[in-house]
């Protein structure tokens, strides 16, 4: 494949000042007309006229009216042209019934949508499709189907047609239409300003009692945008419609986002608490988008976390705002070592700016958007919340209308600060998790830290200089009270001290508050320690790292010495669930074990190939000492936060639920089910049915339930969903694999949605011990699988290989399987761009 680079960025040589676009709908033989008003870039040079376009079939060209015979390629096609300004008109033919890769123009359900970024428009017409070419869109649809929206605001509709017009300046990535036999779910805001601005949720006939939830997310969102960062709404008109084929979450499309139907549907009987909060998340994030990303855009894909880790920051303030806000950054920090961390640490590691692609899509990972958020956290901490939104002021200000890149955002944080952020930019360009390794001293009153960083070689980056690690520090004095209050210290150099003087005794200090970096700590300390830390600390994320630490180090014990399950650390949990002061949703996390995934980067960076059915195993005996160790409080626990009434989302109740649901995973494992399956008949709401079944199908038990429950929901393709992952996630490890295939061959299961391709294979590569189980079952039946979906649907087959990202981790009889699951992949004929990409870098 052809590899692009950052530093061949060179300005667009023709900008386009507005364009016209009309569409005549027809499943195999949509024809889109274009008339786009081009002008000579005083910033580039005229050197070729380039449009891309990709899998079109031109009908007509034309140049100021004459027609002209381009050079056409399969990436696009060239053209002289007149010196000057001109307009260029062209009519091209595509088959949106056809495009099973859910990029362009496809079609879903009947109903016709888009999906253009990151280079999807090119699949639709002729254009220069690169985020630096804005300009104002003007779209006529013509089809019979009763709903027909594109951007922007309404101007005109008649008997078979609607026309659009957007008046704010965009690359072609953020265009959107929709046709289809829809219903909406309206409602309105009022903006600070006054304006009333109508919003809508599109559906398909059947889904509008899923709306109501999104809707009120929609309009909180607007209000916090407003309230916190001062911005306000930009158009008459919000549409949001909701697909059911679609390769990711959502698209921030100018005035028209585009939902996976799975990532705003929402009802308590369908959709369980996680649900919930991650629909609101999402709702936020892509409303978010329309000033950090649509607004003020990215020059080039490379600065792709300009508006991705920004808007990542924005959402995850907004959740802490609206729910709990050390809940948030604790289920954040989970995130991000489970996917982030375990990117960072394999063969794909990049940059949060990337150098060099060949298929963008595959750069949408968690490196760009959650580790490029973590990187806006710390210049928060670094400047103070003053400075921060003064920056953002600025930002808004300076760039709005423009294609930036983070140079220009690194440069309103200087200018609005007087800092130099040469050295912080280094987050922008060094791949790699840095470890942070700290000792302690006390002399006579002071107590100092002394703080080592590296950051281990990832491809392409052997060696690494120390980046600007705010590190938020608070020490506790030997009965528990804080006698320095959380302090940020900034280390910038490989090796760096900071004392405190006048202390009465040695503290015991709590380090990377908050996990003020996304580093990994190496402490040394013992479980007395720990346990002091997870009594005491009035951090409360670093109370819950306490508590993981300790779990980690009894299992990584028991994995690698065959210990028993550590009594203090079941003491020291027994303590904290006893702790009615604290929020149960806190008390919910501290009960769940850090991932086998998690335990095998440690064990394989402490230099011990890790066993994943051992991990596997050792957890389960660890949960099952953990109901042991506790049966009353955990039946106490199960009690007293049962939810009655009817069902709200919100975060008080869905705490409750999250801890009772908690007890009750650990109460199955004695009393046989019994608990679980009264809760399975008495359920309303999927939160408490979905916990129950999953609870009997972890001791082999629900049989009877994953029947009635298939029963009961098959007509709603969003639980089945469920009822397929569930059933893989929580298989035997040796069966794992069996399962997905099984599955596979189910009725309901087809390749071409990629939720239900997810909820199935996803699920499978998600289980560890059985994805990596000793017969290799897993890796075959991925790879075969793999191979199906390449030819329909690139960039989910892409995505899913990272499946295999942490195979040099383990031993070489799997490593030997793995390549060979890899390499058959990769001889596949007509293999895509995506997945050769994604392969070639897993292997090298
Ligand atoms: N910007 C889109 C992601 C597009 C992915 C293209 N492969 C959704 C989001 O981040 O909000
Ligand atoms: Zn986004």
Redesign the pocket.
Known sequence: GQTIYLSDYTPPGWLVEDVSLTFRLAPDATRVLSRIRFAPNPEGTQDRFFLHGEKLKLISAAIDGTPVTPDITPEGLSCAVPEGAFTWEAEVEIAPAQNFALEGLYMSNGMYCT?C??EGFRKITYYPDRPDVMATFHVRIESDLPVMLSNGNPIASGEGWAEWHDPWPKPSYLFALVAGELVNHPDTFTTMSGRAVELNIWVRPGDEGKCAFGMEALKKSMKWDEEVYGREYDLDLFNIVAVDDF??????NKGLNIFNSSCVLASPETSTDANFERIEAIIA??YF?NWT?DRITCRDWFQLCLK?GL?VFRDASFTADMRSEPVKRISDVITLRARQFREDNGPLAHPVRPESFQEI?NF?TATV?EKGAEVIGMLKLLVGDEAYFKALDLYFTRHDGQACTIEDWLKVFEDATGRDLTQFKRWYSQAGTPRLHVTESWDNGTFTLHFRQETPPTPGQPSKQPQVLPIAVGLLGPNGDEVLPTTLLEMTEAEQSFSFEGLGARPVPSILRGFSAPVILHRETDNAERAFLLAHDTDPYNRWEAGRSLAKNALLRMIAEGMAPDAAYLDALKTLLEDETLDPAFRALAMALPSEDDLALTLFEGGTTPDPQRIWEKREEMREAMARHMPDLLARLYAAHQVTGPYSPEAGPAADRALSNAALALLTRLDGGERARAQYAGADNMTQQLAALSCLLSIDAGAQELQSFYEQWQHDRLVIDKWFSLQVGLARPEDAAATAERLAAHPDFTMKNPNRFRATFGALAMSPAGFHHASGKGYALLADWLKKLDPLNP?TTARMCTAFETWKRYDSDRQAMIREALEGILAQDGLSRDTSEMVSRILN
Do not use: D, L, P
Request: aromatic letters at 10%.
């Open positions: 999906q970024e990151a390769n990711m979450g959502a698209m921030e994030h892509e988008h990303g991705e808007t899509n949408y958007y960039q």
